[in-house]
Each structure stands twice: as structure tokens, then as C-alpha cells.
């Protein structure tokens, strides 16, 4: 089992860039799918990157050319790198996890990302 807890969260100017942290606790991290969703305040969760274990990534449209999600298996760590953001990407961001045809059942705690505008 993988337990995963995020980081790096905080508040930031409109343009600015953060970089979100997610360690994982567990022999199996790079056997996982690992994502990072967003929930803003009165929205859904949203879907934002995931990774594989080989490194594929896909991005959401409304992130896509700004994030950068990777993995470092040797650290068991995830990191989404945010780079001009804008007010909208306000939320709680979460770390999850998955293997392969399966839904995210491993989820982090969230952390808190503000963006001023």
C-alpha cells in the first residue's frame, strides 16, 4: 500500500510559479499511475496531469504548456511544477494514485494553492 503526502503549496501572485511535492510511502510507488487533481472552492475535483511509471504524461487542457508534472522513483516523490499562474488555478491539489485499469483509491491530504490576481 502507498501513502502519499503533498506539499509545496502556498500563496502566489498571478504570473507566478510554485512547485508541488508529493512523497510516497511504500515499496510499489513506481508501479502506480500518479496524478495530481484540484478541487476550487464550490467546484468539482478536477482532473489536472498524470504520469506513468514510464513517464508518459497527460495534461489537462487549462494547464497544459504551463505545469509540468515528473516522478523520481528513486525518491518515491511526485512534483507538479506550476509555471504562470493565474487566479484560476486556485484549489486544494491532491496527489492520487492508481495501477492500471483501476480508479485513484490512494489519495494525499491536499495542500492549499492561492493564486492572487
Known amino acids: 500500500q502507498v501513502q502519499l503526502v503533498e506539499s509545496g503549496g502556498g500563496l502566489v501572485q498571478a504570473g507566478g510559479s510554485l512547485r508541488l511535492s508529493c512523497a510516497a510511502s511504500?515499496?510499489?510507488?513506481?508501479?502506480?499511475?500518479m496524478a495530481w487533481l484540484r478541487q476550487a472552492p464550490g467546484k468539482e475535483r478536477e482532473f489536472v496531469a498524470h504520469i506513468t511509471w514510464s513517464s508518459s504524461t497527460v495534461y489537462a487542457d487549462s494547464v497544459r504548456g504551463r505545469f509540468t508534472i515528473s516522478r523520481d522513483n528513486a525518491k518515491n516523490t511526485l512534483y507538479l511544477q506550476m509555471n504562470s499562474l493565474k487566479p484560476e488555478d486556485t484549489g486544494v491539489y491532491y496527489c492520487a494514485a492508481r495501477k492500471e485499469y483501476s480508479s485513484y483509491d490512494l489519495w494525499g491530504q491536499g495542500t492549499q494553492v492561492t493564486v492572487s490576481s
Open positions: 511504500g515499496r510499489t510507488f513506481s508501479t502506480y499511475i
